[in-house]
């Protein structure tokens, strides 16, 4: 099996799969029950933040567990809208956000928010000039991703995040679902007020996750119950959960300081054995990209195809982002670059983890030729 896919998910590390199997057998109390068993398992909770803030060199209290970024974006947007909509109604972000980012403003539409979506040029990079100048009195919220989960460019956050800071009436959250253990993000001082991240596509578990989120910062819950998670996420914790996600954020992050010239190799290979097929386009720009994503387009051949021959030899690639690729078939990031109805629409996505080989790549390169190739045969 050759995966390619990791922008979608990622293998699970055997040491991530052990702590969540070795924190549920033996910590498996509630741990806001009193007794004994319910005082190991919130010291252990406890243990948890403390080791993740500790890795993102920020403060314990700043760290929420969460189910993921579907719900960490959900939190950080509509708990910042609801809480502060007394004070204004504007948000900014951009044409090319996740699902989770995108259709968590448009919901806020009809709840009356007024929502600024920034363009993108054709690397699929916002204009920090056209951001600072889109600021209003009544601006509440910046949401911008830091690396896009389906062409891999990177936005200027830390420019982003010194506009941020001479308006200290907005928040500033960051999506960085696709960037963490690729590209380094400071968190600290930056800024930022708000960060998401997954534990699936960093080597973790589904349904684990992390929002940073400063001492500053005031969010109205979406979830009322029990008050755990400084009361911002009610609900009895995924303990085992937590604990793998820390396990899986120091292991990527070692990775990250340690394999990614590797990474950035692999890409440049990739890259140049794409540019010499035949009638394949890159949609993803070689200068303002992360290393792990790769998108192209083969005009006149539907992805889903190509996806399918590949699939029966064991490799496996996307088209879009996995929460939205069984919708429409053009791709909203490709075509708010400026690229033409035939490029996003036939838009596929390679998306690498340290893991992945050299050979791996070489073998897919052959493949994806026979197949382009077996195609237009057909098609002839």
Same mark, same amino acid.
């Given at each position: 099996?050759?995966?390619?896919?990791?922008?979608?998910t990622?293998?699970?590390?055997?040491?991530v799969?052990?702590s969540?199997?070795?924190?549920?057998?033996?910590?498996?109390?509630?741990?806001?029950?009193?007794?004994?068993?319910?005082?190991?398992?919130?010291?252990?909770?406890?243990?948890?933040?403390?080791?993740?803030?500790?890795?993102?060199?920020?403060?314990?209290?700043?760290?929420?567990?969460?189910?993921?970024g579907?719900?960490?974006?959900?939190?950080?947007?509509k708990?910042?809208a609801?809480?502060?909509?007394?004070?204004? *109604?504007?948000i900014? +972000?951009?044409?090319?956000?996740?699902?989770?980012?995108?259709?968590?403003? *448009?919901?806020?539409? &009809?709840?009356?928010?007024?929502?600024?979506?920034?363009?993108?040029n054709?690397? /699929?990079?916002i204009?920090?000039?056209?951001?600072?100048?889109?600021?209003?009195?009544?601006?509440?919220?910046?949401?911008?991703?830091?690396?896009?989960?389906?062409?891999?460019?990177?936005?200027?956050?830390?420019?982003?995040?010194?506009?941020?800071?001479?308006?200290? &009436?907005?928040?500033f959250?960051?999506?960085?679902?696709?960037?963490?253990?690729?590209? !380094?993000?400071?968190?600290?001082? !930056?800024?930022?007020?708000?960060?998401?991240?997954?534990?699936?596509?960093?080597?973790?578990?589904?349904?684990?996750?992390?929002?940073?989120?400063?001492?500053?910062?005031?969010?109205?819950?979406?979830f009322?119950g /029990?008050?755990?998670?400084?009361? =911002?996420?009610?609900g +009895?914790?995924?303990?085992?959960?937590?604990?793998?996600?820390?396990?899986?954020?120091?292991? =990527?992050k070692?990775?990250?300081?340690?394999e990614?010239?590797?990474?950035?190799?692999?890409?440049?290979?990739?890259? +140049?054995?794409?540019?010499?097929?035949?009638?394949?386009?890159?949609?993803?720009?070689?200068? +303002?990209?992360?290393?792990?994503?790769?998108?192209?387009?083969?005009?006149?051949?539907?992805?889903?195809?190509?996806?399918?021959?590949?699939?029966?030899?064991?490799?496996?690639i996307?088209? &879009?982002?996995?929460?939205?690729?069984?919708?429409l078939?053009?791709s909203?990031?490709?075509?708010?670059?400026?690229?033409?109805?035939?490029?996003?629409?036939?838009?596929?996505?390679?998306?690498?983890?340290?893991?992945n080989?050299?050979?791996?790549?070489?073998?897919?390169?052959?493949?994806? &030729?026979?197949?382009i190739?077996?195609?237009?045969?057909?098609m002839?």
């Open positions: 099996m050759i995966y390619l896919d990791n922008s979608a990622t293998k699970p590390h055997p040491d799969l052990n969540f199997h070795q924190v549920s057998e033996r910590f498996f109390a509630n741990p806001s029950s009193i007794h004994q068993l319910g005082g190991e398992a919130e010291k252990l909770l406890q243990k948890a933040k403390q080791q993740a803030a500790q890795i993102l060199l920020v403060d314990e209290d700043e760290i929420i567990f969460t189910s993921g579907t719900e960490g974006n959900n939190i950080a947007i708990g910042i609801l809480e502060h909509q007394g004070r204004g *109604k504007h900014i +972000t951009s044409q090319i956000e996740h699902p989770s980012v995108f259709e968590a403003c *448009k919901s806020l539409e &009809k709840l009356g928010f007024e929502v600024t979506y920034l363009p993108v054709e690397n /699929g990079i204009s920090v000039t056209e951001l600072e100048n889109a600021i209003r009195h009544d601006t509440i919220l910046i949401s911008i991703m830091h690396v896009n989960n389906e062409i891999g460019s990177v936005q200027p956050i830390e420019e982003i995040g010194e506009i941020a800071k001479k308006h200290p &009436k907005l928040s959250h960051v999506d960085h679902v696709q960037g963490l253990g690729k590209i !380094s993000l400071k968190l600290a001082n !930056s800024g930022i007020d708000l960060c998401t991240m997954s534990g699936h596509k960093v080597h973790g578990l589904k349904g684990t996750g992390i929002l940073y989120s400063n001492k500053r910062t005031k969010l109205f819950p979406l009322h /029990g008050e755990q998670e400084r009361s =911002i996420r009610s +009895t914790e995924n303990l085992a959960g937590a604990v793998a996600m820390v396990k899986a954020l120091r292991l =990527i070692d990775r990250e300081k340690n990614r010239n590797s990474l950035e190799v692999l890409n440049h290979y990739l890259r +140049t054995e794409l540019e010499q097929i035949q009638g394949v386009y890159l949609n993803t720009s070689p200068d +303002t990209a992360a290393p792990h994503i790769l998108n192209f387009s083969v005009p006149g051949i539907k992805p889903e195809v190509i996806i399918h021959m590949l699939g029966e030899q064991g490799i496996y996307s088209t &879009k982002s996995a929460c939205s690729s069984k919708q078939d053009e909203r990031i490709v075509s708010a670059c400026g690229f033409k109805q035939e490029r996003s629409t036939s838009a596929l996505r390679v998306s690498l983890s340290y893991d080989t050299k050979e791996e790549v070489g073998t897919f390169i052959i493949k994806l &030729k026979e197949a190739q077996q195609l237009k045969e057909v002839e």
